[in-house]
């Protein structure tokens, strides 16, 4: 028995309660779909049991929202079919141009946006495949494949979002409190454990990473939140900001650790080595009355010991007087996030009164180059494949066309196309086995329904199990997509091996052609090159940001953070050189806020000439992300040293205090931004010069 655990595989093996209640519950609902698609005599039963295995999710409110997507994304998909089959069909090179542009668009608008909204327009895309191809070959037949394309598959998204709702439900609602909350007690302990000089620069940067990914995991699931819980609905502006709060946190923590670790025993002051002190003993499992209270006096303290610090300290030691100036400022910040943070999460777990909060939206970082390289290649493989149908005059021309077209839509969304569609080609490979022996030796000897659901259950109860496991998920869902294709099951099935074996034949060359087109089209970038256009695409992201339009700063944050988490899967940050390019990253990100906080303080009121002088450098630092050489950058660091002595000069003849307090903080972040600049010069030279990446802050270039 032990020697047959091990053989086991992992997705088995591991298999626990949710993952099993899981498969149970997702072959209840497509065995539901499929009986009611039989005894309705639906053409194609298959595609009712396909959806129930496309849309299923964990959570209610992802099944949900998956669902309503393609539904509208299926309806929109073959009311185009009907639009071009009806006035094309007799112009068959024309028909197909026009489908290949449709796909080409559908794709490059999935490639601008996320989630199932992104999912949306790639059923849109190759449902217009599916209805179209085989209706211009019979006309006259097209509005009826519509509508029962879209019959079967709204019946199992019914039968899913049934089950997902009435079976071992799972709320994505109480998914994303929980998720929240972890995600908040994890930034509370990096907060305490950066006080307290626990973690060096390695440490902070894995867990910032960590942070960022499950942040931007988190973003995701509140979408999906809305959709089965009507309390986050009602408090979607509280659940925006709550997110918009926690990515901050991960931007304000750098300053603080590097102080604490790099000059906490140089500039040694009392009243501050207890406020971090205090700091560290922050609980993260205290309630959340409790910890506000405790953050709201941690930060009226950080505050106030600032206030009382300026003035008395500057002319004895200048370098002391603005480092305990940052660590207060960065502690007072942090805590009031952590503050917000903590009564957001309150009001929405009924712990405090729900109050209105101004939250604006996330934006996402766009790569409109390569939507529309993504948008072409499916067009181009799309013709390309329909030319070489008509050349042969192939009868799996249709199958290979459909399949070509089904693969560059949805894998032309993913970072890394070939790497996903590797795990669908397993599952594709698996279902041709698989769909052999149940369609040529095992369903001809059974009879009913019951006998053909005894049949099934061990397929996709193994395929269910297997979807449930992220490194398993792309080969399951593939079996359950290929193996109905396959099988063909219909209310009068034929068990013929001609029609499979033309099946199993579309299918290969459709994949086949999908993989070339993906290797010779635009193809996906390798690790070397992943590294550059991280660089570039933030370094052109500060570059162009509208900063005069004085958009919020989570704006800011979520672009830079989303383009970030989008490469984090493939950074080691134990390798030097992807530690190296994640601290760039975060660098550049404290970079970007820096523009927009002196931004801030030009408006709020500083004296004329440093607001012109501040002004001037944001310019020209915009300027040198968008096109900057070593010499330029070295020239921006020396006009921000500049600028900085030119805001002490005026901090001794300022008129008030408030105007000293924007002083001193002007200076601060301008210490930091040099101290960017300087450590980080490779990462911004490989960015604005769009150029190799040769590590010039190792040769002492900055």
């Not at 923590?253 to 002190?277: I, K, M, S």
């Not at 000439?609 to 050489?629: E, H, K, N, S, Y």
């Not at 300022?654 to 101290?675: K, P, T, W, Y």
């Amino acid at each position: 028995m032990v020697f047959a655990a091990v053989r086991l595989p992992a997705f088995l093996r591991e298999a626990g309660r949710r993952e099993w209640q899981f498969t149970l519950r997702t072959f209840s609902a497509g065995m539901l779909a499929l009986y009611i698609a039989l005894a309705l005599g639906l053409d194609e039963p298959k595609w009712a049991l396909m959806t129930v295995y496309i849309v299923a999710q964990p959570l209610g409110g992802m099944v949900l929202a998956k669902g309503v997507y393609r539904l509208l994304g299926t309806l929109a998909g073959a009311a185009m079919a009907v639009v071009l089959v009806a006035t094309l069909a007799q112009l068959h090179t024309l028909f197909f141009v026009a489908l290949a542009v449709w796909l080409g668009l559908c794709t490059l608008c999935a490639s601008l946006l996320r989630n199932f909204r992104s999912y949306a327009f790639v059923l849109a895309g190759y449902s217009a495949l599916i209805v179209g191809v085989p209706a211009v070959l019979q006309p006259d037949q097209a509005f009826t494949m519509a509508v029962a394309r879209v019959t079967e598959i709204g019946l199992g998204i019914l039968c899913v979002s049934l089950m997902s709702v009435l079976v071992w439900p799972r709320s994505a609602g109480r998914s994303y409190l929980q998720q929240s909350r972890e995600q908040l007690v994890g930034l509370i302990r990096l907060v305490a454990d950066s006080a307290g000089g626990r973690l060096d620069a390695p440490a902070l940067q894995r867990r910032r990473q960590a942070l960022i990914t499950s942040g931007m995991a988190l973003e995701a699931q509140r979408e999906h939140a809305l959709f089965d819980s009507a309390r986050l609905r009602r408090h979607a502006g509280l659940c925006r900001r709550l997110g918009h709060e926690m990515l901050a946190l991960i931007s304000s923590v750098g300053p603080l650790n590097t102080y604490v670790n790099r000059y906490a025993e140089r500039h040694h002051q009392d009243q501050v080595a207890l406020l971090l002190a205090d700091i560290v003993r922050l609980d993260p499992e205290a309630s959340p009355a409790a910890l506000r209270e405790t953050l709201s006096a941690l930060y009226q303290r950080a505050r106030e010991l600032a206030r009382s610090l300026r003035g008395e300290l500057l002319s004895h030691d200048e370098q002391r007087f603005y480092a305990l100036q940052l660590v207060l400022e960065h502690s007072a910040e942090l805590c009031d996030r952590l503050r917000s943070s903590v009564a957001l999460y309150a009001m929405l777990t009924d712990q405090a009164t729900p109050v209105r909060w101004r939250a604006g939206t996330s934006r996402l970082h766009l790569d409109y180059g390569q939507a529309w390289r993504n948008g072409a290649r499916a067009a181009l493989a799309l013709g390309a494949t329909v030319v070489l149908w008509f050349w042969s005059a192939a009868p799996q021309g249709a199958a290979m066309a459909i399949q070509v077209g089904v693969i560059c839509a949805l894998f032309s969304t993913r970072d890394d196309p070939l790497a996903a569609v590797k795990g669908f080609i397993k599952g594709a490979l698996l279902a041709t086995v698989l769909a052999t022996l149940y369609r040529l030796v095992l369903l001809p000897a059974s009879d009913g329904f019951p006998a053909l659901v005894l049949w099934l259950a061990p397929l996709y109860l193994l395929a269910g199990l297997a979807m449930a496991r992220p490194a398993t998920v792309a080969t399951g869902t593939a079996l359950t997509i290929f193996f109905p294709l396959l099988l063909d099951l219909r209310p009068v099935q034929d068990f013929s091996a001609a029609p499979l074996f033309n099946n199993m034949i579309g299918l290969g060359l459709g994949m086949g052609f999908a993989v070339l087109a993906f290797l010779l089209l635009w193809p996906g970038d390798d690790a070397a090159r992943a590294r550059r256009r991280l660089c570039r695409d933030l370094c052109r992201t500060l570059g162009r940001w509208p900063i005069r339009r004085r958009r919020p700063r989570h704006e800011m944050e979520s672009q830079l953070y989303d383009r970030i988490s989008r490469t984090l899967p493939r950074l080691d940050p134990d390798h030097p050189r992807d530690g190296e390019l994640l601290r760039g990253a975060l660098a550049a990100v404290t970079l970007g806020l820096g523009l927009l906080y002196m931004d801030a303080l030009c408006r709020r009121g500083v004296p004329a000439p440093v607001r012109l002088a501040l002004t001037r450098l944001i310019r020209d630092t915009q300027r040198v992300l968008r096109d900057g050489d070593q010499d330029r950058w070295l020239a921006l660091a020396a006009r921000t040293d500049t600028v900085a002595g030119q805001c002490r000069r005026a901090y001794d003849s300022a008129a008030s205090d408030a105007e000293r307090r924007r002083l001193v903080r002007a200076v601060v972040r301008l210490r930091m931004q040099i101290n960017i600049i300087r450590g980080n010069a490779g990462f911004f030279l490989c960015g604005s010069g769009d150029g190799p990446w040769r590590g010039l802050e190792a040769n002492g270039a900055a």
